[in-house]
């Protein structure tokens, strides 16, 4: 099992901040899958340097997390089940054989879906009902903050991948 190369979607050049920043994420959330796409399992889960335990694996879960605490948690004020749990705050990038892979990726594709769902509609400069550290966050902040966090592993991803087969671009 691999995961299939997703297409990645058309960056919105102009027009309204909202529809930006959605296809900034759109198009960071298909280059991580990229990255990930092709690979077996095995490769999938080989870790970075040692002592750190990052793999295209892990950031493919840990974005689902990353997704699902702020869309849904954050923003929505739901109870989600993350991927890591008390104890283990790790776990995205821990225990990677507790899911199956197509599992880990139907869970993302489905996590990010939710995520445009519950933004949808909504004004950038809406608090979110939950706080942060006892701040309040607006969507804005979240959209960007989630760009910075897909940049951040997109770039982690791109040396991981380069490690495995040499593949560099997209």
């Not at 796409?37 to 040692?50: C, F, K, M, N, T």
């Not at 139907?106 to 933004?119: G, K, N, P």
């Not at 951040?152 to 490690?163: F, N």
């Amino acid at each position: 099992m691999t995961i299939p190369m997703p297409e990645r979607p058309a960056l919105v050049l102009s027009g309204a901040e909202v529809e930006q920043l959605g296809s900034w994420l759109d198009f960071y959330r298909a280059t991580l899958v990229m990255k990930c796409a092709g690979l077996s399992v095995e490769q999938l889960r080989l870790a970075s340097v040692p002592p750190s335990t990052m793999s295209l694996l892990g950031i493919l879960r840990h974005m689902t997390m990353v997704e699902q605490y702020w869309y849904q948690v954050i923003f929505a004020g739901r109870e989600v089940e993350l991927f890591y749990k008390d104890g283990d705050p790790d776990g995205d990038f821990n225990n990677l054989g507790d899911t199956p892979l197509d599992e880990v990726e139907r869970r993302y594709w489905a996590t990010c879906e939710v995520s445009r769902a519950l933004t949808r509609g909504h004004d950038l400069d809406e608090i979110a009902p939950v706080l942060r550290h006892g701040n309040e966050v607006d969507l804005r902040w979240i959209q960007l903050h989630l760009i910075e966090e897909y940049a951040r592993h997109c770039g982690h991803a791109d040396l991981l991948r380069e490690c495995i087969d040499a593949t560099t671009g997209y």
